[in-house]
């Protein structure tokens, strides 16, 4: 091991990295996806797709993690002085 780099803290900070900086984006993106499915081509242009029951539960589980990793992370940050 080298005495500069400590390799068990760097790969902790690149999967935290990793999973804050695009696995929450990527989950809200599924969420805002989940509330606006694709439009068929066989239906008239005038009605525009719904999300069902099951995108919105799919929504709201996915915003409702969003919210509880950004809540966390503004209460470990007020935490520490």
């Known amino acids: 091991m080298n005495s500069w780099i400590n390799l068990d803290a760097l790969w902790r ?13 990527a989950l809200f993106a599924i969420g805002v996806r ?10 008239a242009a005038a009605t525009p797709p719904a999300a069902g029951p099951i995108g919105c539960l799919v929504a709201a589980v996915c915003f409702a993690v969003v919210l509880a990793a950004i ?10 002085r």
């Open 71 to 80: 809540g966390w992370g503004v209460s470990v940050i007020v935490s520490h």
């Open 13 to 25: 900070i690149i999967v935290v990295g990793v999973l804050v900086g695009a696995g929450l984006p």
């Open 34 to 43: 989940a509330l606006n499915p694709p439009a068929h081509t066989d239906r």
